[in-house]
């Protein structure tokens, strides 16, 4: 069974969105869909970056995507304008809701932020080289590898409350360091691995940009509170006492976070 390690009231749903906000131009330039693509995004989410691919792709193009919340498609079937289109499932529970006649039909098949909450990230790596075109279909995945980030000046406490935070993935049987296994995961899925990268999050105060990516930290490090806490990995207080020395590092005139996401790209099996 695969567990979400974050939360999914409003305030996370709008830490998502400016997540999304903010890294969505640099997901396009790593996927590049090209006009008139057939395009899956799965585990789309609240469908903001599923609809920029659709943008890209224009009217004679199709964008699919898929997501297992409620919650989550209501707010992509929401957007407007309507340019993709969205169905309810979970890649890893079973096969996407795809039609017979789909599977081996997208240009592209990608996904972000998914891989990481699943206990079994290769099943769901072969239904998307399944789902792509045979010999020509590309296969691009995005993901986290969370021992990349570096934070300074460090705040106190803070290199236990950031493994605490990545042992909690452990502990639901996920898998904080996916991004840089993506590779593998695509030649051992059927794919031919074609290009790695990493796509830079990073900045400073005075950077405009600065105070979202702070912010986005602290709250998705809170969203763990209840799994870091009842799983044992740090105490109420030691926790507390760490949020609130990053709250105080975001005010500091050096502060400086540095980030980057995996990003990986593949091309699906000839046909035979």
Not at 54 to 59: K, Q, T, V, Y
Not at 210 to 226: C, K, M, P, Q, Y
Not at 254 to 260: G, M, Q
């Amino acid at each position: 069974m695969n567990q979400y390690i974050y939360g999914t009231h409003e305030e996370e749903h709008a830490r998502l969105g400016l997540l999304n906000a903010m890294l969505n131009r640099k997901s396009l330039a790593a996927v590049a869909p090209a006009p008139r693509a057939r395009i899956l995004d799965a585990g789309s989410g609240p469908g903001q970056f599923t609809h920029v691919l659709a943008e890209a792709a224009g009217p004679s193009g199709f964008t699919l995507g898929i997501e297992r919340s409620e919650q989550q498609l209501a707010r992509a079937c929401a957007l407007t304008p309507a340019l993709a289109e969205f169905r309810e499932g979970d890649i890893a529970a079973a096969l996407m809701p795809l039609r017979e006649e789909e599977w081996g039909s997208f240009d592209i098949v990608h996904t972000r932020f998914l891989l990481e909450h699943l206990t079994n990230p290769l099943a769901a790596g072969r239904q998307m080289v399944r789902a792509a075109k045979p010999g020509t279909g590309r296969i691009v995945l995005e993901d986290d590898d969370h021992a990349i980030l570096r934070v300074e000046p460090e705040p106190p406490g803070f290199p236990a409350l950031w493994t605490a935070y990545q042992r909690a993935f452990d502990r639901l049987g996920n898998d904080p360091s996916i991004g840089r296994r993506l590779v593998t995961l695509l030649h051992e899925a059927g794919a031919k691995p074609t290009r790695a990268t990493l796509l830079s999050w990073s900045g400073c105060a005075g950077d405009e940009e600065f105070s979202a990516l702070a912010r986005n930290l602290i709250e998705v490090v809170g969203t763990a509170r209840d799994t870091i806490v009842t799983q044992g990995l740090l105490s109420a207080a030691r926790f507390d006492a760490a949020i609130a020395a990053l709250w105080n590092w975001t005010t500091e005139p050096d502060a400086a976070l540095w980030y980057a996401i995996s990003c990986a790209e593949g091309l699906a099996p000839p046909p035979g």
